[in-house]
């Protein structure tokens, strides 16, 4: 079992760049498969990136790849989510999520565990 904190989240301009991170607490986090979704009010969860047990493999959403990148950090037990260019349009509540499997699935579905969620609001 895992449990999972997000933080970083916060009220930005557009264009801004912004880090998100997740820590990790609880045994085996290397072998978690892990990603981030968003949920803006009034619309479902939507995947943005997820990355292997290694980190070796990384999966994004195609709306938004050019301006993601996910990374994880297994001694620290800890993952993160770069996003630049910042829209108000991505204005939502941010989760990290981890999955049991070795599956890189963007399906919310086949994760596990999910973090309380960050707020991220980007102004124009």
């Known amino acids: 079992q895992v449990q999972l904190v997000e933080s970083g989240g916060g009220l930005v301009q557009a264009g801004d760049s912004l880090r998100l991170s997740c820590a990790a607490s609880g045994r085996d986090f290397y072998t978690y498969t892990m990603a981030w979704f968003r949920q803006a009010p009034g619309t479902e969860r939507e995947f943005l990136a997820g990355?292997?047990?290694?980190?070796?493999?990384?999966i994004y959403s195609d709306s938004v790849k050019d301006r993601l990148l996910i990374t994880r950090d297994n001694h620290k037990k800890a993952v993160s989510l770069e996003m630049s260019s910042l829209k108000p349009e991505d204005t939502a509540v941010y989760y990290c999520?981890?999955?049991?499997?070795?599956?890189?699935?963007?399906?919310?579905?086949?994760?596990?565990?999910w973090g309380q969620g960050t707020q991220v609001t980007v102004s124009s």
């Open positions: 990355i292997n047990w290694n980190g070796a493999r990384t």
């Open positions: 999520a981890a999955a049991s499997t070795y599956d890189l699935s963007p399906s919310g579905t086949r994760y596990d565990y």
